[in-house]
Every structure is written in C-alpha cells, then in structure tokens.
C-alpha cells in the first residue's frame, strides 16, 4: 500500500509570532507547507530576515516576493508617517492599504498554481487596534470571491486559526508547538532592541505576560 501523499499548504509567513505560530500549527496538521514572505517594501527588513530564519528552522521550502507599493499610505512604509506609541482602537497608523488582500491574492495564486489544499495565515481580531482585513467578516468575504474567482478556489481552505484567539493564548500554543519565539520580530522599528512602546510591541509584552512566559527578545 503506497503512502498518502500529504496535503500542500502555502503558509504567509511575516516573521512575526502568529505567523510562526500557525506555519507551526499548519505542520503540526500534517500539511507540507511552503512559506510565502513577502518584501513590499517595508522600511525596515527585520521581519523578513525574521521571517526567512523561521522558514529555515521549521525545514519547509519557503520564498521571498518582492512587491512594490509606491503610493506608501502606512507608517511601514512611509518614513514622514511616524509609528504611533498610543494605544488606540482606531485604524492604526500602520495599517497597510488592502495588505492582507494583496498577500492572500498572491497566496491564492500560488496556491491554485502548485495545486495546494490549503492557505494559512496568522490574522486574529482580537487585541488589534482596528484592523479591518484581520476581522472574520473580511476572511467570509474574501473566502466566498475565491470560490467564485479562481478554477480551483473551491478546492482550496483559506485558514485563520488564529482568528478568535487572544495573543495569550496564542502564545501558549506556540510553545506547545515548539514554535523559536526567539527568531521572531514584532516591533515596527527596525532597531536592535524591541522598542517596547508601538502597540505591536505593546500586546506582545502583554501575551507573554498573560501567557506566564518569558519573551526571548526581552534582555533582563
């Protein structure tokens, strides 16, 4: 009896720790995963280096799209918009126009080319300061356009497992999933050092904290 062949994944892969978190959950599933990074021109390239050595560690194939966003709109992108350090429920000043939109339309077109079942990415809705392209409606809405746009999209599962999760929680199951939290970036800036004052880095202290563990990039 021949073995059954394992189903593929592309995995969008920002080197943040909910994308590490769910390319370890999609392996955990048993899913060949291939991870999608995506250079779009962010100021700073931690999170891709990031993002890159998580790819590694993990063994899964992984690449690198470069993309250009030349209209900016973000403080990512954008070195005269400044990264706010309040934290607020409002759209945030580093939200990237239609990112999530562009990823998974990538992903889905890579998805549908290589024949993979499957599409993760690390989105959750909870704790975000307003998001819109991280919220369950966003992820109906772009699921159902898939089915409807694509030959294969019915075939393919769009997956969130993140998305009702808080970052505690998330957390935890990272560690449970032997996810490297010490390869992982979550600061907007590009320093050496977490700045510990952007609201990324804000609820990144505050899992840990809810998750009784120790942040590897916290130097003590």
């Known amino acids: 009896m021949k073995n059954k062949k394992p189903q593929q994944a592309v995995v969008l892969l920002s ?17 060949k995963c291939f991870c999608l990074i995506f ?30 966003l030349p209209w900016k709109g973000s403080a990512l992108l ?25 990823f998974l339309s990538f992903a889905l077109s890579f ?27 966003f992820f109906k809405a772009f699921i159902k356009m898939a089915k409807v746009g694509t030959v294969a999209g019915k075939k393919i599962k769009i997956l969130a497992p993140l998305l009702n999760m808080g970052k505690g929680k998330i957390i935890k199951l990272g560690r449970s999933l032997e996810v490297p939290f010490n390869l992982t970036w979550s600061c907007y800036r590009g320093n050496k050092n977490p700045c510990g004052r952007c609201d990324s880095c804000y609820y990144r202290v505050k899992g840990f904290k809810e998750a009784g563990i120790m942040d590897p990039l916290i130097k003590i």
């Open 15 to 31: 080197g943040g720790l909910d994308s590490a978190t769910t390319l370890y959950f999609a392996q955990a599933q048993g899913y």
């Open 111 to 137: 998805a549908e080319t290589i024949k993979a079942q499957a599409i993760f990415i690390g989105a959750h809705a909870q704790d975000y300061s307003g998001y819109p392209d991280c919220r369950p409606e």
């Open 39 to 68: 250079d779009y021109g962010q100021i700073h390239k931690k999170e891709t280096v990031a993002a890159v050595r998580i790819a590694k560690k993990s063994g899964c194939a992984y690449g690198v799209s470069k993309i250009s």
């Open 78 to 102: 954008d070195r005269k918009i400044k990264v706010s350090e309040k934290i607020t429920h409002r759209v945030a000043d580093t939200y990237v126009p239609a990112r999530n939109i562009i």
